[in-house]
T-cell receptor
Framework: NAGVMQNPRHLVRRRGQEARLRCSPM?????VYWYRQLPEEGLKFMVY????????ESGMPKERFSAEFPKEGPSILRIQQVVRGDSAAYFC???????????FGPGTRLTVL | AQTVTQSQPEMSVQEAETVTLSCTYD???????LFWYKQPPSRQMILVIR??????QNATENRFSVNFQKAAKSFSLKISDSQLGDAAMYFC????????FGKGTRLHILP
């Protein structure tokens, strides 16, 4: 039973480029969450999605960040025109509809040069 | 506002001893969930234990147990018989409509 998959595990981008992070939830999970972790900090909620729907994006920066969870395929977190402050670990978690327990992927470490 | 506070940035415990990590939280909800997650050097977030607020009985998972004091909004984690593999960052989290994490406690295990 594969867990939550994230790729890439490490991503290096230059300022101004786009970063695209992928998350495949656990089998049978229809809810996906994205979090950002800065060094020496806890995880900060960004966005909560179900298939083809954004349920809560209250933690997403207003500009440059977007997320989607299409009917087919992984969830994507997209960061346009990256800046050095976007360097962080981005974690995806998934859950079923009837549980409050989220299971986390291994994270993507984004480094912006 | 929903908040989670971990007042101990770092702690150390001798191998085989018991250690308690503190967590307090604030929420306006009456029905919510509390979690402890472990983040070892691999950075993978691993669920350690989960507590439903409407349950008075403290959750237990093998060597891990919690002391849940709902009125005091306190949710501490006790690790018994500490092992070297327990060394990690431990995050307390509260979920009502979204999960809010504390800043973490780094636990060192002394051989």
């Amino acid at each position: 039973n594969a867990g939550v998959m994230q790729n890439p595990r490490h991503l290096v981008r230059r300022r101004g480029q786009e970063a695209r992070l992928r998350c495949s939830p656990m089998k049978g999970h229809s809810h996906v969450y994205w979090y950002r972790q800065l060094p020496e900090e806890g995880l900060k909620f960004m966005v909560y999605l179900q298939k083809e729907n954004i349920i809560d994006e209250s933690g997403m920066p207003k500009e440059r960040f977007s997320a989607e969870f299409p009917k087919e395929g992984p969830s994507i977190l997209r960061i346009q025109q990256v800046v050095r402050g976007d360097s962080a670990a981005y974690f995806c978690a998934s859950s079923t509809a009837d549980t409050d327990t989220q299971y986390f992927g291994p994270g993507t470490r984004l480094t912006v040069l | 506002a929903q908040t989670v506070t971990q007042s101990q940035p770092e702690m150390s415990v001798q191998e085989a001893e018991t250690v308690t990590l503190s967590c307090t939280y604030d929420t306006s909800e009456s029905d919510y969930y509390l979690f402890w997650y472990k983040q070892p050097p691999s950075r993978q977030m691993i669920l350690v234990i989960r507590q439903e607020a409407y349950k008075q009985q403290n959750a237990t998972e093998n060597r891990f147990s919690v002391n849940f004091q709902k009125a005091a909004k306190s949710f501490s984690l006790k690790i018994s018989d500490s092992q070297l593999g327990d060394a990690a960052m431990y995050f307390c989290a509260n979920r009502d409509d979204k999960i809010i994490f504390g800043k973490g406690t780094r636990l060192h295990i002394l051989p």
